[in-house]
Antibody
Framework: EVQLLESGGGLVRPGGSLRLSCAAS????????LTWVRQAPGKGLEWVSS????????FYADSVKGRFTISRDNSKNTLYLQMNSLRAEDTAVYFC????????????WGQGTMVTVSS | AIQMTQSPSSLSASVGDRVTITCRAS??????LGWYQQKPGKAPKLLIY???SLQSGVPSRFSGSGSGTDFTLTISSLQPEDFATYYC?????????FGPGTKVDIK
């Protein structure tokens, strides 16, 4: 079964750091681009960052550029999101998602992990 | 960055109704658009990719159309399990952008 499982969420103070992980199974991990999407409480979806299958190229939303770093370890089938200089507005559920492959749409999603930035 | 708008922001409908949601891009995105369904507390689910291609396992009452800047998602006969929030997402270039969402609830 194709599956994504996020972990690493929690409560962090403003200015702090957190690293999210997304463990993948059931597909050829290095073949697919992967993405982080977030959703603030009661709000819509926001694309955060994507990384290509090789890990050579990464892309970021302006709202997180310079503070967040996406990476992947293809030997461990795991995607990461390093989040630094966290702000209250980064409070959200963070989902990882896999691209279809023959299209950039996201066909497989994790269940999400909650990040709360508060003092 | 490309901006996405959706209309309406919410709608009330009855089981069996035909429902249409529109999404507009601030510039042409060819057919690089997907539609997602999200229920409370759940991850989004892909319904339509490439503007009009039905994702595997998705009921045929869902359909998508459009290209360039204007797109539509149609539910031909609304079912009880279709009450949810629907989002469009352009994947034409980075940064990708979601529309603000359309909440479909029971009339």
């Amino acid at each position: 079964e194709v599956q994504l499982l996020e972990s690493g969420g929690g409560l962090v103070r403003p200015g702090g750091s957190l690293r999210l992980s997304c463990a993948a199974s059931g597909f050829s991990f290095s073949t697919y681009a992967l993405t982080w999407v977030r959703q603030a409480p009661g709000k819509g979806l926001e694309w955060v960052s994507s990384i290509l299958g090789s890990g050579d190229s990464a892309f970021y939303a302006d709202s997180v550029k310079g503070r967040f770093t996406i990476s992947r370890d293809n030997s461990k089938n795991t995607l990461y999101l390093q989040m630094n200089s966290l702000r209250a507005e980064d409070t959200a559920v963070y989902f990882c998602a896999k691209e279809l492959g023959y299209d950039d749409a996201f066909d497989i999603w994790g269940q999400g992990t909650m990040v709360t930035v508060s003092s | 960055a490309i901006q996405m708008t959706q209309s309406p922001s919410s709608l009330s409908a009855s089981v069996g109704d035909r429902v249409t949601i529109t999404c507009r891009a601030s510039q042409g995105i060819r057919n690089d658009l997907g539609w997602y369904q999200q229920k409370p507390g759940k991850a989004p689910k892909l319904l339509i990719y490439a503007a009009s291609s039905l994702q595997s396992g998705v009921p045929s009452r869902f359909s998508g159309s459009g290209s360039g800047t204007d797109f539509t998602l149609t539910i031909s006969s609304l079912q009880p399990e279709d009450f949810a929030t629907y989002y469009c997402l352009h994947d034409y270039n980075y940064p990708f952008t979601f529309g603000p969402g359309t909440k479909v609830d029971i009339k």
